[in-house]
C-alpha cells in the first residue's frame, strides 16, 4: 500500500536524484519511503547525473514506459581536449588534444550538426543489450562492443558560457556550459563525445543534470529526504492529464472502454497516448487512436 495521504492507491512520485546513486539505488530507496515493492522509474540517470527522475508506485508503474517517451531536458558541462572510455568524467581518459584554440564560431558550427533529427551512436557504456547483455557489462569485461545508430531528436543544443581551463595532465581544454532538449533515447554523453570529435580534439561530459521529463521539471522535485519527511506523492489521473492529452467520455462509453470495446474517438491533434476521464473527473485508461478507434494501452477505472 502507498503511504497515508495519497489520494488513490500509487501515483508519481518525482524525485531530484542525488550525484552518485543510479536510478535502481533511488527505486531501492523509494521502496523503503513508500513501503511497497511496486516503484519503478521511467527513464534512468547515469550515477553521476542529477536531476528529475520520475518513479511510479503502485498501479502508476503502468504510467512509466509511456512517460520515458517523453521529452527530456538537460543542462551540462562538455569538456573539450579529452575522450574518455565511458564518454564522461567517471572513466579513464583515452586520448587527449589542446583545445584551446578552437574558435567559437567552429563550436556553435559543430553544435548545429548535432541539432534537429540526427543519428546517434549510444555510448558503449549505455544499458542498452547486445545479444541479452548490456553494453556496459560487456565494455567491463574487456569486450568491443559495436552499438548500431538511432534516430532521435534534439529540439536545442545551446552553448552558453566556454571557459578556459587545463585538465590534470595539463591539456588546454574548454569547458562549455550547454542545455539540450531532446527525445528520449538521445545520449548527451554522445553529443558530448560527437562535438569532441566533429571538432578534431575530442569531449566528454563533465557534469548533468536533468531539468525536466515531459511536464515534471524541478520545481516539482523533492530529494530523497524530504520525500522520506513527508512523501510527495502526485495521484494518477492528475499525472496523467498533465502528461498526455486529455479526452472526456460520458458513462455509457466509459463502461464500454472499461470492457475493452474499440469505440470511435475524436483526432487528439498529437501522436501518442491519450488520457481518458469519465464522469466525477475519474481517470479510466490510456488509450491510442487506431483507425479512428481506440485502442487500450492501459487501463485503470
Given amino acids: 500500500m502507498a ?6 492507491p ?8 542525488p550525484a552518485g546513486f543510479t536510478s535502481h539505488d533511488v527505486v531501492a530507496r523509494m521502496r523503503g519511503i513508500a513501503r511497497t515493492r511496486r516503484v519503478g522509474h521511467a527513464g534512468t540517470l547515469d550515477p553521476m547525473a542529477t536531476g528529475v527522475l520520475v518513479l511510479g508506485i503502485e498501479k502508476a508503474t503502468r504510467l512509466l514506459g509511456h512517460l520515458a ?14 575522450n574518455t572510455v565511458t564518454d564522461d ?13 578552437i574558435a567559437r564560431e567552429a563550436i556553435d558550427d559543430g553544435v548545429a550538426k548535432l541539432t534537429g533529427d540526427i543519428l546517434q551512436i549510444p555510448s558503449k557504456v549505455s ?5 541479452g547483455r548490456r ?44 542545455s539540450v532538449v531532446c527525445s528520449s533515447g538521445t545520449y548527451i554523453r554522445a553529443l558530448a563525445r560527437d562535438l569532441g570529435a566533429g571538432l578534431g580534439v575530442g ?19 523533492r530529494t530523497l529526504e524530504q520525500h522520506q519527511e513527508s512523501l510527495a506523492v502526485m495521484p494518477v489521473g492528475e499525472a496523467a492529464a498533465a502528461a498526455f492529452p486529455r479526452w472526456d467520455v460520458d458513462e455509457r ?11 470511435a474517438m475524436p483526432p487528439s491533434g498529437r501522436p501518442g497516448p491519450v488520457a481518458v476521464f469519465g464522469p466525477e473527473d475519474r481517470f479510466l485508461a490510456l488509450v491510442e487512436e487506431q483507425e479512428g478507434r481506440a485502442r487500450s494501452l492501459a487501463v485503470f477505472a
Avoid: C, M, W
Fill in 203 to 221: 569531449g566528454h561530459l563533465t557534469a548533468l543534470r536533468r531539468t525536466r521529463v515531459g511536464p515534471y521539471g524541478l520545481d516539482a522535485a
Fill in 253 to 263: 462509453r466509459a463502461r464500454l472502454l472499461a470492457n475493452g470495446v474499440r469505440i
Fill in 127 to 131: 544499458a542498452i543489450k547486445v545479444d
Fill in 3 to 8: 503511504r497515508k495521504g495519497t489520494q488513490e
Fill in 89 to 101: 568524467a567517471e572513466g579513464e581518459t583515452t586520448s587527449s588534444a589542446p583545445a584551446d584554440g
Fill in 69 to 82: 517517451l517523453t521529452e527530456k531536458e538537460y543542462v551540462g558541462t562538455i569538456r573539450l581536449g579529452q
Fill in 135 to 178: 553494453s556496459y557489462a560487456r565494455v567491463r569485461e574487456g569486450e568491443e562492443v559495436e552499438l548500431a545508430a538511432r534516430p532521435v531528436t534534439v529540439s536545442s543544443f545551446t552553448v552558453h558560457d566556454v571557459q578556459h581551463g587545463g585538465a590534470e595532465d595539463g591539456t588546454p581544454v574548454l569547458d562549455l556550459l550547454v
Fill in 10 to 17: 500509487g501515483g508519481l512520485v518525482v524525485v531530484d536524484k
